[in-house]
């Protein structure tokens, strides 16, 4: 079984800053991308940013230059730095990994419970 934890949502002003982390945890072989998604009400899940297990990371347009994605493989944990936060960046954010339990196992998509970010004007 493998549960992906998300913390440090909450309530910020517009031009705040706040950190998200994402830890995988249970039986898991390896991680291959890691990455974060936002949904607003009645709206498809849309891609914020993600990272290789290279390393390597995109970014959607609209968080270019304010965010910042980056990974800790010993604690298999993703994290999420926010920085220049409008409200329009106000949503529930859901981290994602593509995880193998075993050497012969196939990768499989994990998602976590999501946390709320609130940004105020």
């Known amino acids: 079984q493998v549960q992906l934890v998300e913390s440090g949502g909450g309530l910020v002003q517009a031009g705040g800053s706040l950190r998200l982390s994402c830890a995988a945890s249970g039986s898991i072989f390896s991680i291959n991308g890691m990455g974060w998604y936002r949904q607003d009400p009645g709206k498809q899940r849309e891609l914020v940013a993600s990272i290789g297990s290279d390393g390597s990371t995109h970014y959607a347009d609209s968080v270019k230059g304010r965010f910042t994605i980056s990974r800790d493989n010993a604690k298999n944990t993703v994290y999420l730095q926010m920085n220049s936060l409008k409200p329009e960046d106000t949503v529930v954010y859901y981290c994602?990994?593509?995880?193998?339990?075993?050497?012969?196992?196939?990768?499989?998509?994990?998602w976590g419970q999501g946390t709320q970010v609130t940004v105020s004007s």
């Open positions: 994602n990994a593509l995880i193998r339990t075993t050497r012969w196992d196939m990768t499989h998509t994990y």
